[in-house]
Each structure stands twice: as C-alpha cells, then as structure tokens.
C-alpha cells in the first residue's frame, strides 16, 4: 500500500495544473503535491514587468491559494527519488511512497555559472527578467537610460522560453525609440547560439525589428564572466575554426540569462537521461524506465520548446495517460510538441510563435504566424494570463487539448 495514489514532485505551472485536471477526472484519487515555496508565479508576464507593461504584484500568488481542494501539500523540496520502490525522500527527512508518481520541478536557473553574476544582480545596471525581483529592475534602467551601451545576453539552449532574452530587448528598444533616445544607445544581443531564433520562419519578422532598432547581432557570444562596478562583461567567442578567444566588453545596462539546467534532485537520480533532464517517451510523456512514472514541464526530456504554452497541453497528455494506466487501458493520449513564444516586438504587437516537434507550425488561429500582430498582444498580456489562473489551474482544459 502507497501513502497516496500519486505524488506530484513541483506545484509550478505543471504540478498543479495536472493535479487540478486529475481531480477532475477521478475526484476518489488521494494526491500530494511537494513543494517548498510559499510563492507561485506566472512566469511569462516577467517580460512584461520588464517592459513597463505589466505589475509584477500580479504574478504572484500564494502557493496554498492555488492547491487544489483535497490535494495534501507537504511543504518541502523532494530531495531523491527512489523509484524502485516507489518512494520520494524529502529534505527535512520524511519520505512518501505513491503508486503513480509525476515530476515537474521545472529547471534550475544556474546563476553561478556566471562568474561575478550573482554578486551584482540587482545593481550597476546588471538584471534578468528572470527573476520575479528583479523584472522591476529591469524596466527602472530601460526609463533612466539616455545614451551608453545595453548588452543582451543568453546562453546556449535549451532555456525556458528561448525568445525571452531578445523579448526583452525589442520592449527596451521600442521605448528608447518612442523616447527618441535610441540613436545614442548602442544596442548589441550576444547569444551563445548561432541563429536569432529556432524555427526558421519565424527569423524574417525578428530581422526587421533587428533592422529597426539598429541592434548589433554577435552570434556564439557566451557570457561568462561580470564585473559590475567596473561595468565589464567577458564572453567566450567561438570562430568559424571553432577556436574559443576571451572578448571584454564595457556596458551601462547588461539583461543576463543565465544557464539553466535540470534540476540535482532529477540529475543525479535513476530517472535521469544523459543531459540530465527526466527521460520520457516524448509522445506519452511516461518514462522509459519506470512505468508508473510520468514527467512534463521545464524538467522533462522532450524536445519541445520549454514553455508554459507547452504544459498546458501535457497536462492534458499526463492526466488521461496516467488515469489510463491506472485502469490497464493502453496510453493513447499523444503529445504534438506544441508550443509557443509570443515574442513581443514591440509594445502592443507578438509574433505568435507556436509550433511542435522538428519547428512544424502549429498556429492556434487560421493567421499568418509570421506577422506581429495587436490581438497576439491583447491575448498574451490580457487573456493568458485569465486562462493560467482560472482555468489552467483549476483542471479546465481550454485551448489544451491535444491536436488531432
Ligand atoms: P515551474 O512553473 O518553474 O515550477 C517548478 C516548481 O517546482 C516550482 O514551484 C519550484 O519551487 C518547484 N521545485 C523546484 N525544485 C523542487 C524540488 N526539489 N522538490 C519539489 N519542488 C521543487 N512560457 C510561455 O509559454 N510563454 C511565455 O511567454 C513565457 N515567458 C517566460 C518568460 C520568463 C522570463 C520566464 C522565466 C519563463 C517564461 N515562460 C514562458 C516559461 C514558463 O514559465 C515555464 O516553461 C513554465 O513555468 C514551466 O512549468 P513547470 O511546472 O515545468 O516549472
């Protein structure tokens, strides 16, 4: 016997939405959720704190304000999993067995492994939109900047929401170009990557606002190392011979991203895949090696983009494949890859990117994707964030079901 039907390891966007969409299928199930924080965030509107065009006092709720009614929450961080005998060990030592366990403790932002990084956060004109405290941050520098340099950066992927780094770059630029300031402002975006964006269509739409707002694009740019007082950032660049040289560059405004990874407690466990992340069938979302186990979110191996638009589908995938499991009926609910990043070009106007597995486009509406549009805006700004907490939340399923 299990001390609950199922075990939910995370209470962010995934862990409480799919205990919200099992409740609803079968209220009998007894579930925990382990979570240590007392915060729940809705993550995407951070790019519009950043941009002056959201509070961030909204994105924030108390995590016991969103648990489901009749869902135990044990209020600490899952600190291993012992899945061959169906147990999860928790940091201030209790230890819960399930029959059904699901893992969804997003990623981990890995400040440190900037050197010098942490330290200035918050200060010297150093901030991401990464961090809930420090959104504000970013939108107080954007409005006192009159002339300089503001650098760009972000790692090398997969990240959560790959388009935020340069999100935040195009609503700095529309206002410095709105406040007629952007001539003085030297605008460069260095991206560890080799491409401005994954999916190939989407790359047109993002080089006109490139063009625009005058941006400098410094491909295979990894930031390694910050000093804030001396407003000094150092990048590893990679040539086209593959040779590594050291570039230092000055700075008045540096947004950093940092590298994210999966989290130790699901890296150095037995459900883990090489790079780390929770091994799933990407279809089923139900792991490979241990079938009452299933994963979805920031944390879980498929090679979709990680984004919130993503799990609101596998909510879906998990609840009815796990329920079907329970009932010894075959896995049939199938995940696309759907995801999406509304990139916001300017202030009002998102290129919609959704798409799934291999970059297939995957458009919600029957609109060209590539064009930036004022309803895309109204719909991530306005309507998104309604459906996260009042439907997402709470086991309605609108606009999650898996496309036929
Ligand atoms: P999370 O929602 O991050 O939740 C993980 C939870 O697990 C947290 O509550 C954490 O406290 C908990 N946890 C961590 N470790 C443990 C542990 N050991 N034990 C138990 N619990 C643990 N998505 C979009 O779709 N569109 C966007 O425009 C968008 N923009 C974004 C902009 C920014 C700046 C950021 C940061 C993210 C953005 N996202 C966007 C991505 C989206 O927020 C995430 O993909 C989504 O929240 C992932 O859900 P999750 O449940 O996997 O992880």
């Not at 909204?58 to 961080?77: F, H, N, Y």
């Not at 405004?253 to 780390?276: C, K, T, Y």
């Not at 300017?346 to 291999?358: D, I, R, T």
């Amino acid at each position: 016997s299990a001390d609950f039907d199922v075990v939910i390891v995370g209470g962010g966007s995934g862990g409480i939405g799919v205990a919200a969409s099992l409740l609803k299928r079968d209220s009998s199930l007894s579930i925990a959720i382990i979570e240590p924080s007392e915060s729940h965030y809705y993550q995407p509107a951070w790019t519009l704190v950043g941009g002056g065009a959201y509070d961030s006092a909204d994105t924030e709720r108390t995590t016991a304000s969103v648990i489901p009614k009749g869902v135990q929450w044990l209020q600490a961080a899952a600190s291993r999993f012992i899945p061959d005998c169906n147990r999860v060990a928790l940091a201030d030592g209790r230890e819960v067995s399930y029959q059904q366990l699901v893992v969804c403790p997003g990623l981990e932002l890995h400040w440190a492994g900037i050197e010098g990084l942490e330290e200035t956060l918050g200060a010297n004109g150093v901030t991401s939109n990464y961090r809930f405290d420090l959104a504000p941050y970013t939108w107080e520098l954007v409005q006192e900047l009159k002339g300089g340099t503001a650098i760009f950066s972000q790692p090398s992927m997969p990240i959560k929401c790959a388009g935020a780094p340069q999100k935040a770059m195009y609503l700095s630029c529309d206002h410095w170009l709105k406040q007629g300031r952007l001539a003085n402002i030297k605008v460069e975006f260095c991206n560890a990557g080799a491409v401005l964006f994954g999916v190939a269509t989407f790359v047109p739409p993002l080089m006109q606002y490139v063009e625009r707002y005058g941006i400098d694009l410094a491909f295979n740019h990894q930031l390694v190392k910050v000093d804030g007082p001396a407003k000094t950032a150092w990048f590893d660049v990679t040539g086209a011979d593959g040779e590594v040289t050291r570039v230092e560059k000055r700075f008045d405004i540096l947004h950093a991203v940092p590298p994210q990874r999966s989290p130790d407690v699901v890296r150095n466990s037995p459900l883990a895949n090489a790079a780390g992340w929770c091994e799933v069938d990407q279809h089923t979302l139900q792991s490979q090696r241990f079938a009452n186990v299933f994963s979805l979110g920031d944390a879980c191996s498929a090679p979709n983009a990680k984004t919130m638009a993503a799990v609101r589908k596998q909510i879906v995938i998990v609840a009815e494949n796990l329920l079907a499991l329970r009932a010894g009926k075959p896995l049939s609910t199938l995940y696309d890859g759907y995801g999406a990043c509304p990139l916001t070009v300017e202030k009002g106007k998102v290129v919609m990117a959704e798409f799934g597995f291999g970059g297939k486009l995957l458009p919600t509406f029957p609109l060209d994707p590539a064009v930036p549009r004022r309803s895309q805006w109204f719909l991530k700004a306005t309507i998104l964030p309604m459906v996260y907490w009042n439907l997402m939340l709470k086991g309605h399923e609108w606009l999650a079901r898996p496309s036929k």
